[in-house]
C-alpha cells in the first residue's frame, strides 16, 4: 500500500500562484507515476498533470498547459504541482494520486482509474 497526503491548497485571487505538495509513504519502491486530478463541484473529476517516477516525463491537461508544472523529489517521496496565473475556474479540491502498474507504451495517464492509490484531497479557491 501507499499512502498519500496532499496539502498546500488555500484561498487566492486570480493571477496568484500557489504550490501543492504530495508526499508518499508507505510502499513507495513501488510507484511507477503520480498524478493530480481535481473536481469542482457539480463536475466530474478531472485530469491536470501526472509525472512518471523514475524517468520524470510530465503530462498536462489543456486547460492548464502553460500555467502548472508537475515535479517530484524521489529522494522526499513526494511530488509538487506549482500553479501559475490561477483563474477561478482552476477552483476545485485537487487530489493527488499515485499508481503501481507498469507503464507500458501509452499509458493511460489522464485516466482516473488507472491510479490505485489516492491523497485526501486540498481546497484550492480562486477569487475573481
Known amino acids: 500500500q501507499v499512502q498519500l497526503v496532499d496539502t498546500g491548497g488555500g484561498l487566492v485571487q486570480a493571477g496568484d500562484s500557489l504550490r501543492l505538495s504530495c508526499t508518499a509513504s508507505?510502499?513507495?519502491?513501488?510507484?511507477?507515476?503520480m498524478g493530480w486530478f481535481r473536481q469542482a463541484p457539480g463536475k466530474e473529476r478531472e485530469f491536470v498533470s501526472a509525472?512518471?517516477?523514475?524517468?520524470?516525463?510530465?503530462y498536462y491537461g489543456d486547460s492548464v498547459k502553460g500555467r502548472f508544472t508537475v515535479s517530484r523529489d524521489n529522494a522526499k517521496n513526494a511530488m509538487y504541482l506549482q500553479m501559475h496565473s490561477l483563474k477561478v475556474e482552476d477552483t476545485a479540491i485537487y487530489y493527488c494520486?499515485?499508481?503501481?502498474?507498469?507503464?507500458?507504451?501509452?499509458?493511460?495517464?489522464?485516466?482516473?482509474?488507472?491510479?490505485?492509490?489516492w491523497g485526501q484531497g486540498t481546497q484550492v479557491t480562486v477569487s475573481s
Open positions: 508507505g510502499r513507495t519502491f513501488s510507484v511507477s507515476a
Open positions: 509525472i512518471t517516477w523514475s524517468g520524470g516525463v510530465t
Open positions: 494520486a499515485a499508481s503501481d502498474r507498469r507503464l507500458i507504451g501509452d499509458w493511460p495517464y489522464a485516466t482516473a482509474g488507472f491510479y490505485n492509490f
